[in-house]
């Protein structure tokens, strides 16, 4: 059934209504409740604040450098180092934060938000495992007999606490323990990291490892931080080496977050200036599918913020290069798709047919060239660590959404044109000199 021509500017305006929303929401968030289907989300937009994760060079933070040390005079070994890395990156349980190898001897962890470098490498680079010691210091119960450890609440006093699940082994170890401690005169179990003593809780009588056991301390409940990093460090298993960070090994400095400042702002009015130039140079040199281009890449920019706030992604400087080249690369697509359709169009088909024929003409080149670029993202991502993995993460998102708006949202609006009566050549394909009147 044909329809018409009220009925495809009715649906073009809706369309281009929904694209608004878009902006609208990716720039100042949205809110969604719905109470019968237990839907409640109240999502940032990107100018507000904290609405995105900036990395160490936006937001700013701590940079600390650690001399790896071997424990018992042993060697430390690549396979060790890499082990190290692994446990701190556990223990730090950040996804903006970074953590890699700068000598075969030296670690270098980055992580924003943290102005006190003594405080980074008090919490992240002590050694030592946790430990539950007897009265005389005697060790009892290692991290070994411990499968998991997590932040919980206390119901009996609302205190923030951090809970232990013992390992099957563990749980009858903990049992005979606490059995003996109960029995002994102190009725002490301290429970330490390493050699410092985090609490020391009474034990009246043989408590059933079964339902695992908790770590208590005031100063949990006035920073939960606190209790949620030691966790992590449990959780992260034991260090094969030492890691130093003082006068003799090692440094450690604050990064300001001023230049980042200044950078992002940059980098976003570079990106919005950018974009604006790109749109008015589609809308000079395709006509009518140039304004319908600058319609799609709005929508493009609008998705891909989306994402970005929706799936967490550590903005970087790195970051917003790849969401610049993207836009590129989504330009770059609308470019190929038009420069067929003109092909087609000079070959003397009509407006509608020369659309149908320059998308398939042009589907197998843009999927490609972007396919191969998102091959690329991906081995960022999984390879690379910190900025560049940032920079993989905004890249293969940008991909993705071009590929689908230029091939689907700018299809569409092509077709709802030719539906509204918009099938003058000239309008799709500006006559060169000497072209036929």
Do not use: H
């Not at 490892?209 to 992590?232: C, V, Y």
């Not at 999927?367 to 960022?380: E, G, P, Q, R």
Request: include cysteine; hydrophobic fraction near 45%.
């Amino acid at each position: 059934m044909k329809m018409s021509r009220a009925v495809y500017v009715a649906r073009t305006a809706l369309l281009v209504l929904v694209i608004v929303l878009l902006v609208f929401m990716a720039l100042f968030g949205y809110t969604v409740k719905i109470g019968w289907l237990g839907i409640d989300v109240d999502q940032p937009g990107f100018l507000e604040e904290d609405a995105v994760s900036l990395g160490l060079d936006l937001a700013g933070g701590t940079s600390v450098v650690f001399e790896v040390l071997p424990k018992d005079g042993q060697e430390v070994t690549a396979d060790g180092l890499e082990d190290t890395i692994n446990i701190l990156k556990r223990r730090v349980n950040n996804p903006e934060a970074s953590v890699y190898k700068i000598s075969d001897t030296e670690i270098q962890l980055d992580i924003p938000g943290y102005d006190d470098p003594q405080y980074v490498v008090d919490t992240f680079g002590r050694s030592g495992e946790l430990t539950f010691r007897d009265s005389e210091g005697n060790i009892r119960i290692t991290s070994s007999a411990i499968e998991e450890a997590y932040v919980s609440i206390n119901r009996e006093n609302n205190d923030t606490v951090v809970s232990l699940v013992f390992t099957d082994s563990g749980k009858k170890l903990f049992y005979d323990v606490t059995k003996d401690i109960a029995a002994s005169s102190s009725k002490t179990l301290s429970i330490y990291v390493g050699d410092e003593l985090i609490s020391s809780p009474t034990v009246n009588q043989a408590i059933d490892g079964s339902n695992g056991a908790i770590i208590e301390s005031p100063s949990f409940t006035e920073n939960p931080e606190e209790a949620s990093n030691l966790a992590s460090y449990i959780n992260a298993g034991v260090m094969e080496y030492e890691l130093k960070c003082d006068e003799e090994y090692g440094s450690k400095s604050v990064v300001s977050a001023t230049l980042g400042e200044e950078a992002l702002s940059t980098s976003v009015t570079a990106a919005v200036i950018g974009l604006a130039l790109i749109m008015l140079f589609m809308i000079i040199i395709y006509r009518v599918p140039g304004v319908f281009a600058a319609v799609s890449l709005s929508a493009y920019t609008a998705i891909v913020i989306l994402c970005i706030i929706l799936f967490g992604v550590t903005l970087t400087l790195l970051g917003i290069a790849g969401i610049i080249l993207s836009i590129g690369m989504a330009v770059d697509a609308n470019v190929v798709i038009f420069e067929r359709v003109k092909e087609e169009i000079r070959n003397g088909k009509g407006v509608k047919a020369a659309c149908d024929a320059g998308f398939k003409k042009a589907l197998s080149a843009v999927i490609d060239s972007n396919v191969t670029t998102a091959i690329a993202a991906l081995v960022l991502i999984f390879v690379g660590d910190g900025m560049v993995k940032g920079f993989g993460q905004t890249l293969l998102i940008g991909v993705v959404i071009s590929v689908l708006t230029a091939f689907f949202l700018t299809k569409e609006l092509l077709k709802l044109s030719v539906g509204m009566g918009i099938v003058k050549p000239t309008l799709y394909c500006p006559k060169k000199k000497g072209d036929a009147e």
